[in-house]
Protein backbone atom coordinates (compact mmCIF):
# COMPACT_ATOMS: atom_id res chain seq x y z
CA UNK A 1 0.00 0.00 0.00
CA UNK A 2 2.98 2.39 0.94
CA UNK A 3 4.59 1.49 -2.51
CA UNK A 4 1.24 2.38 -3.82
CA UNK A 5 0.97 5.95 -2.13
CA UNK A 6 4.45 6.36 -2.53
CA UNK A 7 4.02 5.42 -6.92
CA UNK A 8 0.80 8.52 -6.73
CA UNK A 9 2.63 10.88 -4.67
CA UNK A 10 5.67 10.86 -7.53
CA UNK A 11 3.31 11.15 -10.62
CA UNK A 12 1.42 14.31 -9.30
CA UNK A 13 4.89 15.65 -8.21
CA UNK A 14 6.59 15.12 -11.61
CA UNK A 15 3.64 15.81 -13.38
CA UNK A 16 3.53 19.60 -13.91
CA UNK A 17 7.50 19.24 -14.68
CA UNK A 18 6.85 17.04 -17.33
CA UNK A 19 4.15 19.03 -18.84
CA UNK A 20 6.15 22.09 -18.74
CA UNK A 21 8.83 20.21 -20.34
CA UNK A 22 6.43 19.36 -23.11
CA UNK A 23 5.26 23.35 -23.52
CA UNK A 24 8.92 24.05 -23.93
CA UNK A 25 9.29 21.57 -26.61
CA UNK A 26 6.35 23.09 -28.85
CA UNK A 27 7.62 26.41 -28.54
CA UNK A 28 10.64 25.27 -30.33
CA UNK A 29 12.16 27.06 -33.50
CA UNK A 30 9.62 26.72 -36.21
CA UNK A 31 11.30 25.05 -39.46
CA UNK A 32 10.79 27.30 -41.99
CA UNK A 33 10.02 26.21 -45.35
CA UNK A 34 12.05 27.25 -48.77
CA UNK A 35 9.41 27.33 -50.08
CA UNK A 36 6.30 30.75 -50.43
CA UNK A 37 2.71 28.69 -51.05
CA UNK A 38 0.37 29.53 -53.20
CA UNK A 39 0.00 31.50 -56.35
CA UNK A 40 0.74 35.10 -55.39
CA UNK A 41 -0.95 38.30 -57.30
CA UNK A 42 1.77 40.05 -58.43
CA UNK A 43 2.64 42.15 -61.45
CA UNK A 44 5.77 41.90 -63.29
CA UNK A 45 5.51 45.94 -63.62
CA UNK A 46 5.32 45.96 -59.70
CA UNK A 47 9.43 45.79 -59.70
CA UNK A 48 12.38 47.44 -61.04
CA UNK A 49 14.59 46.61 -63.95
CA UNK A 50 17.22 45.22 -62.29
CA UNK A 51 20.15 46.21 -65.26
CA UNK A 52 18.44 49.61 -64.67
CA UNK A 53 20.96 49.76 -61.88
CA UNK A 54 24.92 49.71 -61.14
CA UNK A 55 24.37 49.49 -57.25
CA UNK A 56 21.40 48.09 -55.18
CA UNK A 57 19.74 49.73 -52.45
CA UNK A 58 19.25 47.74 -49.23
CA UNK A 59 15.29 49.12 -49.35
CA UNK A 60 13.57 47.76 -53.05
CA UNK A 61 13.13 44.85 -54.45
CA UNK A 62 14.52 44.23 -57.91
CA UNK A 63 13.12 41.89 -60.87
CA UNK A 64 15.07 39.89 -62.88
CA UNK A 65 14.16 38.51 -65.64
CA UNK A 66 16.75 35.45 -65.54
CA UNK A 67 16.46 31.98 -66.66
CA UNK A 68 18.01 30.23 -63.31
CA UNK A 69 17.58 26.85 -65.44
CA UNK A 70 20.22 27.94 -67.45
CA UNK A 71 22.42 28.05 -64.28
CA UNK A 72 24.38 24.63 -65.30
CA UNK A 73 25.03 25.64 -68.86
CA UNK A 74 26.83 29.12 -67.19
CA UNK A 75 28.94 28.17 -64.69
CA UNK A 76 30.17 25.15 -66.88
CA UNK A 77 31.94 28.18 -69.06
CA UNK A 78 35.34 29.25 -68.73
CA UNK A 79 33.90 32.67 -68.08
CA UNK A 80 30.27 32.85 -67.50
CA UNK A 81 27.48 35.03 -68.85
CA UNK A 82 25.12 35.61 -67.02
CA UNK A 83 23.05 37.98 -68.65
CA UNK A 84 20.66 39.15 -67.12
CA UNK A 85 22.10 38.70 -64.02
CA UNK A 86 25.31 39.87 -64.72
CA UNK A 87 24.79 43.51 -62.37
CA UNK A 88 24.17 41.48 -59.71
CA UNK A 89 27.00 39.11 -59.92
CA UNK A 90 29.30 42.15 -60.38
CA UNK A 91 27.94 43.73 -57.28
CA UNK A 92 28.52 40.14 -55.30
CA UNK A 93 31.57 39.71 -56.76
CA UNK A 94 33.01 43.44 -55.84
CA UNK A 95 30.88 44.09 -52.11
CA UNK A 96 31.66 41.23 -49.92
CA UNK A 97 29.12 40.20 -47.58
CA UNK A 98 25.99 41.95 -48.84
CA UNK A 99 23.53 39.84 -47.67
CA UNK A 100 20.77 38.77 -50.14
CA UNK A 101 17.44 37.32 -50.57
CA UNK A 102 16.46 35.36 -53.90
CA UNK A 103 13.20 34.06 -55.00
CA UNK A 104 12.82 32.30 -58.24
CA UNK A 105 9.53 33.06 -59.64
CA UNK A 106 7.70 30.61 -62.07
CA UNK A 107 4.16 30.19 -62.93
CA UNK A 108 2.07 27.27 -64.91
CA UNK A 109 0.48 27.58 -68.49
CA UNK A 110 -2.94 28.81 -67.40
CA UNK A 111 -4.03 26.80 -70.39
CA UNK A 112 -3.64 23.59 -68.26
CA UNK A 113 -6.97 22.87 -66.63
CA UNK A 114 -5.94 19.67 -65.20
CA UNK A 115 -5.18 20.35 -61.36
CA UNK A 116 -3.57 16.68 -61.41
CA UNK A 117 -1.44 17.86 -63.88
CA UNK A 118 -0.92 21.30 -62.52
CA UNK A 119 0.40 19.98 -59.43
CA UNK A 120 2.55 17.58 -60.96
CA UNK A 121 4.26 20.34 -62.64
CA UNK A 122 4.23 22.92 -60.00
CA UNK A 123 6.15 20.08 -57.67
CA UNK A 124 8.69 19.56 -61.12
CA UNK A 125 9.32 23.69 -61.05
CA UNK A 126 10.23 23.74 -57.33
CA UNK A 127 12.54 20.73 -57.56
CA UNK A 128 14.15 22.66 -60.70
CA UNK A 129 14.88 26.25 -59.24
CA UNK A 130 15.96 24.36 -55.84
CA UNK A 131 18.48 22.55 -58.15
CA UNK A 132 19.49 25.62 -59.70
CA UNK A 133 19.95 27.71 -56.97
CA UNK A 134 22.40 24.45 -55.22
CA UNK A 135 24.47 24.68 -58.29
CA UNK A 136 24.77 28.36 -57.93
CA UNK A 137 25.58 28.20 -54.45
CA UNK A 138 28.20 25.50 -55.11
CA UNK A 139 29.82 27.85 -57.89
CA UNK A 140 29.81 31.00 -55.51
CA UNK A 141 31.44 28.83 -53.01
CA UNK A 142 34.36 28.02 -55.84
CA UNK A 143 35.01 31.40 -56.30
CA UNK A 144 35.38 31.61 -52.50
CA UNK A 145 32.55 34.32 -52.47
CA UNK A 146 31.81 35.31 -48.78
CA UNK A 147 28.13 36.85 -49.40
CA UNK A 148 25.33 35.47 -47.32
CA UNK A 149 22.23 33.89 -49.63
CA UNK A 150 19.09 32.82 -48.49
CA UNK A 151 16.52 31.57 -51.51
CA UNK A 152 12.66 31.05 -51.80
CA UNK A 153 10.56 29.21 -54.46
CA UNK A 154 7.45 31.29 -55.49
CA UNK A 155 4.86 29.99 -57.82
CA UNK A 156 2.58 33.38 -59.48
CA UNK A 157 -0.16 33.45 -61.51
CA UNK A 158 0.43 34.08 -65.25
CA UNK A 159 -2.28 35.79 -66.05
CA UNK A 160 -2.04 38.08 -63.50
CA UNK A 161 1.60 38.73 -63.79
CA UNK A 162 1.59 40.01 -67.47
CA UNK A 163 -1.29 42.13 -66.51
CA UNK A 164 -3.09 43.51 -69.73
CA UNK A 165 -0.09 42.05 -71.77
CA UNK A 166 -1.49 38.62 -71.49
CA UNK A 167 -4.40 39.63 -74.11
CA UNK A 168 -1.91 41.34 -76.55
CA UNK A 169 0.78 38.67 -76.63
CA UNK A 170 1.08 34.63 -77.80
CA UNK A 171 -0.05 32.07 -75.27
CA UNK A 172 3.09 30.63 -73.96
CA UNK A 173 4.12 27.49 -75.12
CA UNK A 174 5.98 25.90 -72.16
CA UNK A 175 3.76 24.06 -69.38
CA UNK A 176 6.35 25.42 -66.65
CA UNK A 177 7.21 29.38 -67.28
CA UNK A 178 10.14 30.70 -66.28
CA UNK A 179 9.98 34.38 -65.16
CA UNK A 180 13.18 34.76 -63.35
CA UNK A 181 14.50 36.09 -60.11
CA UNK A 182 13.41 38.79 -57.40
CA UNK A 183 15.95 39.50 -55.62
CA UNK A 184 16.26 41.94 -52.00
CA UNK A 185 19.84 43.47 -50.28
CA UNK A 186 19.78 43.52 -46.61
CA UNK A 187 18.89 42.05 -43.72
CA UNK A 188 15.93 43.72 -42.73
CA UNK A 189 12.75 41.48 -42.89
CA UNK A 190 10.63 42.56 -46.26
CA UNK A 191 7.77 41.13 -47.70
CA UNK A 192 8.67 40.08 -51.51
CA UNK A 193 4.87 39.49 -52.45
CA UNK A 194 3.42 43.37 -51.01
CA UNK A 195 -0.51 43.25 -51.04
CA UNK A 196 -1.14 44.65 -54.88
CA UNK A 197 -4.26 46.15 -53.38
CA UNK A 198 -3.25 46.91 -49.78
CA UNK A 199 -4.53 50.45 -50.25
CA UNK A 200 -7.58 49.85 -52.28
CA UNK A 201 -11.27 51.04 -51.53
CA UNK A 202 -13.19 49.17 -49.24
CA UNK A 203 -17.18 48.31 -49.88
CA UNK A 204 -19.76 46.68 -48.13
CA UNK A 205 -21.64 44.16 -48.21
CA UNK A 206 -24.72 43.90 -50.27
CA UNK A 207 -27.50 42.65 -48.34
CA UNK A 208 -30.57 40.15 -49.64
CA UNK A 209 -34.08 39.08 -48.33
CA UNK A 210 -33.97 35.30 -47.62
CA UNK A 211 -34.78 33.14 -50.16
CA UNK A 212 -34.47 36.21 -52.45
CA UNK A 213 -31.73 37.06 -55.01
CA UNK A 214 -33.75 40.68 -56.12
CA UNK A 215 -30.99 43.40 -55.65
CA UNK A 216 -32.65 45.92 -53.01
CA UNK A 217 -32.86 49.60 -54.86
CA UNK A 218 -31.01 51.00 -51.64
CA UNK A 219 -28.37 48.84 -52.97
CA UNK A 220 -27.75 50.48 -56.41
CA UNK A 221 -25.52 53.58 -55.33
CA UNK A 222 -22.94 50.72 -54.04
CA UNK A 223 -22.59 49.01 -57.40
CA UNK A 224 -22.60 52.44 -58.76
CA UNK A 225 -19.59 53.58 -57.06
CA UNK A 226 -17.80 50.05 -57.67
CA UNK A 227 -18.02 50.29 -60.84
CA UNK A 228 -17.12 54.23 -61.30
CA UNK A 229 -13.44 52.52 -59.04
CA UNK A 230 -13.13 50.01 -61.01
CA UNK A 231 -13.49 51.63 -64.17
CA UNK A 232 -10.74 54.24 -62.63
CA UNK A 233 -8.16 51.87 -61.44
CA UNK A 234 -7.94 49.61 -64.55
CA UNK A 235 -5.52 46.72 -62.53
CA UNK A 236 -7.90 46.34 -60.20
CA UNK A 237 -10.48 43.04 -60.10
CA UNK A 238 -13.45 42.22 -57.75
CA UNK A 239 -14.33 39.26 -56.31
CA UNK A 240 -17.82 38.71 -55.71
CA UNK A 241 -18.72 36.00 -52.57
CA UNK A 242 -22.08 35.17 -51.98
CA UNK A 243 -23.69 33.87 -48.80
CA UNK A 244 -26.96 32.78 -47.69
CA UNK A 245 -28.32 31.97 -44.03
CA UNK A 246 -28.54 27.75 -43.03
CA UNK A 247 -32.34 27.97 -44.64
CA UNK A 248 -31.85 24.77 -46.85
CA UNK A 249 -30.01 22.05 -48.57
CA UNK A 250 -26.54 22.64 -49.45
CA UNK A 251 -27.24 22.82 -52.95
CA UNK A 252 -29.58 25.09 -52.57
CA UNK A 253 -27.60 27.65 -50.40
CA UNK A 254 -24.85 27.30 -53.33
CA UNK A 255 -27.09 28.58 -56.13
CA UNK A 256 -29.43 31.16 -53.99
CA UNK A 257 -25.43 32.49 -53.32
CA UNK A 258 -24.40 32.23 -57.06
CA UNK A 259 -27.25 33.97 -58.53
CA UNK A 260 -26.98 36.98 -55.94
CA UNK A 261 -23.28 37.20 -57.02
CA UNK A 262 -24.28 36.94 -60.65
CA UNK A 263 -26.98 39.79 -60.71
CA UNK A 264 -24.81 41.72 -59.28
CA UNK A 265 -21.94 40.63 -61.81
CA UNK A 266 -24.96 41.77 -64.45
CA UNK A 267 -25.36 45.21 -63.15
CA UNK A 268 -21.13 45.67 -63.70
CA UNK A 269 -21.36 44.37 -66.74
CA UNK A 270 -24.17 46.95 -67.73
CA UNK A 271 -21.52 49.45 -66.00
CA UNK A 272 -18.78 48.83 -68.56
CA UNK A 273 -17.09 46.76 -66.40
CA UNK A 274 -15.75 43.57 -68.41
CA UNK A 275 -16.45 40.19 -67.62
CA UNK A 276 -13.11 38.93 -67.21
CA UNK A 277 -12.06 41.64 -64.40
CA UNK A 278 -15.11 39.77 -62.08
CA UNK A 279 -14.93 36.88 -60.10
CA UNK A 280 -17.83 34.78 -58.34
CA UNK A 281 -17.36 32.49 -55.49
CA UNK A 282 -20.64 31.36 -54.30
CA UNK A 283 -19.86 30.50 -50.18
CA UNK A 284 -23.73 29.36 -49.41
CA UNK A 285 -23.90 29.11 -45.87
CA UNK A 286 -20.67 28.82 -45.04
CA UNK A 287 -18.89 31.59 -42.76
CA UNK A 288 -21.67 33.56 -41.05
CA UNK A 289 -21.64 36.54 -39.34
CA UNK A 290 -24.43 36.60 -37.72
CA UNK A 291 -26.64 34.15 -35.55
CA UNK A 292 -28.93 31.55 -37.85
CA UNK A 293 -31.48 30.87 -34.91
CA UNK A 294 -32.55 34.71 -35.17
CA UNK A 295 -33.97 36.77 -38.07
CA UNK A 296 -31.71 39.67 -37.25
CA UNK A 297 -29.06 37.08 -37.75
CA UNK A 298 -30.51 35.17 -41.25
CA UNK A 299 -30.16 38.96 -42.38
CA UNK A 300 -26.78 39.45 -41.91
CA UNK A 301 -25.67 35.92 -43.27
CA UNK A 302 -27.39 36.73 -46.84
CA UNK A 303 -25.26 39.30 -48.13
CA UNK A 304 -22.64 39.62 -51.23
CA UNK A 305 -19.22 40.36 -49.96
CA UNK A 306 -16.81 42.58 -52.31
CA UNK A 307 -13.24 42.33 -52.39
CA UNK A 308 -11.11 44.62 -54.84
CA UNK A 309 -7.78 42.54 -56.12
Known sequence: MKKILIIIFALILFAPVASVQAQKEKKGKKVVSP???GRQKVRQTDYDSVWKFTTFDNKKKYYCNFDYMQVLDI????????????????????????PLRICAVFAI??????????NVLIEAARDDAKESYALFTDWAQEQEMKNKFSFNVAQVDYRYWKGNDYFLSEPPADDIIVLGYILYFGTKKIDLFPNATADAQTFKDIKFFPNDATIVESYIPVIDSLASYLNAHDNYEVLLTGYTDNQGTTAYCTGLARQ???EIKKQLLKRGIAEYKIEIDPKGSADPIGDNNTYEGRIANNRVAIKIQ
Open 35 to 37: IIE
Open 109 to 118: NPNITSEEHR
Open 75 to 98: VAQKKPDWGAFKPVMNYLLTVPRA
Open 260 to 262: RAV
